[in-house]
């Protein structure tokens, strides 16, 4: 088991200047940041990072929203980083996530829902490579 996990502060986390508070969160939850950066990804790259929702109805939508703004890309560590980080974030759509969770107390909609969380190992590291070279990770 992988002790990291990769996250996203989406384009409504950012634009509704929520960076200090989740990533507060994070810290309280005991995860500690191995790298970080604030960017922003291109129509072609949120379409690349989502690929595995081509067919879904609300891929395009999606692509679209991600890559509407800013956002915070970062990478995790902590024991049983990626179930641990999901349980912290809670469900995709907020008015299903449990209390006190992330995307509870900062999104509003299923699409525009605040975090992103790796669902597995495998996933942490290819999206962690998605965004950061070797010698940009402490
Ligand atoms: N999403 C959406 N509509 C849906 C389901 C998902 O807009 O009906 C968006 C939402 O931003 C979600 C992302 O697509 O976070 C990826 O979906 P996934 O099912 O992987 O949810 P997650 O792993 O982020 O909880
Ligand atoms: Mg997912």
Not at 100 to 106: D, S
Not at 109 to 116: D, P, Q
Request: no cysteine; charged share 25%; aromatic share 12%.
């Amino acid at each position: 088991m992988s002790n990291r996990t990769f996250t996203m502060l989406k384009p409504d986390a950012v634009g509704n200047n929520y960076i200090g508070p989740i990533l507060a969160k994070m810290n309280e939850a005991g995860f500690r940041i191995v790298a970080m950066k604030y960017t922003r990804l291109t129509p072609e790259r949120a379409g690349e990072f989502y690929s595995v929702h081509k067919e879904r109805p609300f891929y395009k939508d999606l692509v679209n929203y991600m890559s509407s703004g800013p956002i915070v890309a970062a990478i995790l560590e902590k024991d049983n980083a990626v179930e641990d980080f999901r349980k912290l974030i809670g469900a995709t759509d907020p008015a299903k996530a449990e209390k006190g969770t992330i995307r509870n107390l900062f999104a509003k909609s299923i699409e525009a829902n605040a975090v992103h969380g790796s669902d597995s190992d495998e996933n942490a590291a290819i999206e962690g490579n998605f965004f950061f070279s070797a010698f940009e990770r402490f």
